[in-house]
């Protein structure tokens, strides 16, 4: 058994704080809102008043949080987990961040005689619960070779890809194709419409081709259905399409579909899409009125 903490319990963090304490750890929990904690608490999860003092009980702490801003905060901010800081410490930062983000908040957390790693994951709530998370681990060797049977309670394909940072660059890459292709997906319906085929009956000619990713097949029913119920809110994939563009720009790698995706993102979250899911993207395109036909290639 070993003391863990977790902080940050939204639709992924709950569940995945849930397995570490099923597998017999001791845990410590944290997060913005003790109503979120109560039912691990009730499960036998410790609460702690604060970041720090979740560091203070941990070998180990878990994040799962929202954004760079959100990971700043409870790890170096007033209270945070570096104030917490003890001989043997070790961070998993399991949020999408900025990978300069991240690899600032190492340095600082390394300045604490403290070794971090950033681990995001692949996969939704579903996965979570199961355990079968895909988890791409930047940082030092000897920290993940540490915590790797922590993280096997989490996920079943694990992959160690380098120095800090180098987790969350991993997971910007999957979140482009991601967020790219359900955009995709949602134009194809949207044209589809505007030609007088309906949804159901051109996602029932698609479903079956090779052209459909594995994560479109398992939307599109969905979004014939009206079911947007969020496992990943399409707000949380316009942030990520933003770090992506930022990063493609910080190191000279371009990344026009995902700008363009960006954008598109933005503008259904702010006509309140913003909690749905992110999958929703191809509803606010079936809504769009009709382009006017200028001749010319138009844009949102």
Same mark, same amino acid.
């Given at each position: 058994?070993?003391?863990?903490?977790?902080?940050?319990?939204?639709?992924?963090?709950?569940?995945?704080?849930?397995?570490?304490?099923? $597998?017999? #750890?001791?845990?410590?929990? *944290?997060?913005?809102?003790?109503?979120?904690?109560?039912?691990?608490?009730?499960?036998?999860?410790?609460?702690?008043?604060?970041?720090?003092?979740?560091?203070?009980?941990?070998?180990?702490?878990?994040?799962?949080?929202?954004?760079?801003?959100?990971?700043?905060?409870?790890?170096?901010?007033?209270?945070?987990?570096?104030?917490? $800081? #003890?001989?043997?410490?070790?961070?998993?930062?399991?949020?999408?961040?900025?990978?300069?983000?991240?690899?600032?908040?190492?340095?600082?957390?390394?300045?604490?005689?403290?070794?971090?790693?950033?681990?995001?994951?692949?996969?939704?709530?579903?996965?979570?619960?199961?355990?079968?998370?895909?988890?791409?681990?930047?940082?030092?060797?000897?920290?993940?070779?540490?915590?790797?049977?922590?993280?096997?309670?989490?996920?079943?394909?694990? #992959? *160690?890809?380098?120095?800090?940072? %180098?987790?969350?660059?991993?997971?910007?890459?999957?979140?482009?194709?991601?967020?790219?292709?359900?955009?995709?997906?949602?134009?194809?319906?949207?044209?589809?419409?505007?030609?007088?085929?309906?949804?159901?009956? +051109?996602?029932?000619?698609?479903?079956? +081709?090779?052209?459909?990713?594995?994560?479109?097949?398992?939307?599109?029913?969905?979004?014939?259905?009206?079911?947007?119920?969020?496992?990943?809110?399409?707000?949380? %994939?316009?942030?990520?399409?933003?770090?992506?563009?930022?990063?493609?720009?910080?190191?000279? $790698?371009?990344?026009?579909?995902?700008?363009?995706?960006?954008?598109?993102?933005?503008?259904?979250?702010? #006509?309140?899409?913003?909690?749905?899911? *992110?999958?929703?993207?191809?509803?606010?395109?079936?809504?769009?009125?009709?382009?006017?036909?200028?001749?010319?290639?138009?844009?949102?």
């Amino acid at each position: 058994m070993r003391a863990l903490g977790f902080i940050g319990l939204g639709r992924m963090g709950t569940p995945m704080a849930r397995r570490l304490l099923r $597998a017999g #750890h001791r845990l410590t929990v *944290y997060n913005r809102t003790r109503e979120k904690a109560e039912p691990l608490i009730a499960e036998g999860a410790r609460w702690a008043d604060s970041p720090r003092a979740v560091a203070q009980a941990s070998e180990v702490v878990f994040l799962m949080l929202a954004d760079s801003a959100a990971s700043e905060a409870m790890l170096a901010g007033p209270n945070g987990v570096l104030e917490g $800081a #003890h001989p043997g410490l070790l961070i998993v930062d399991m949020s999408t961040i900025a990978p300069a983000v991240s690899r600032r908040l190492a340095e600082q957390a390394a300045q604490r005689g403290v070794r971090m790693l950033d681990a995001p994951v692949s996969g939704s709530v579903g996965p979570a619960t199961e355990g079968a998370l895909t988890i791409f681990v930047g940082g030092p060797r000897e920290a993940f070779e540490a915590v790797e049977d922590l993280l096997r309670v989490l996920g079943r394909n694990i #992959h *160690y890809v380098g120095e800090n940072g %180098m987790g969350c660059a991993v997971k910007l890459a999957v979140n482009l194709i991601l967020g790219v292709s359900m955009q995709a997906l949602g134009e194809a319906f949207a044209l589809g419409a505007r030609a007088g085929i309906p949804p159901q009956q +051109l996602w029932g000619i698609l479903q079956d +081709l090779a052209v459909i990713s594995p994560a479109q097949r398992n939307k599109g029913g969905k979004i014939v259905e009206g079911d947007f119920t969020p496992s990943f809110a399409l707000r949380l %994939m316009e942030k990520d399409l933003s770090l992506i563009v930022e990063f493609g720009r910080q190191i000279g $790698a371009p990344t026009p579909l995902a700008a363009v995706a960006q954008q598109t993102f933005l503008i259904a979250r702010e #006509h309140g899409w913003a909690e749905a899911d *992110y999958s929703a993207i191809a509803a606010w395109l079936l809504d769009q009125p009709p382009l006017e036909d200028t001749g010319r290639v138009s844009s949102l």
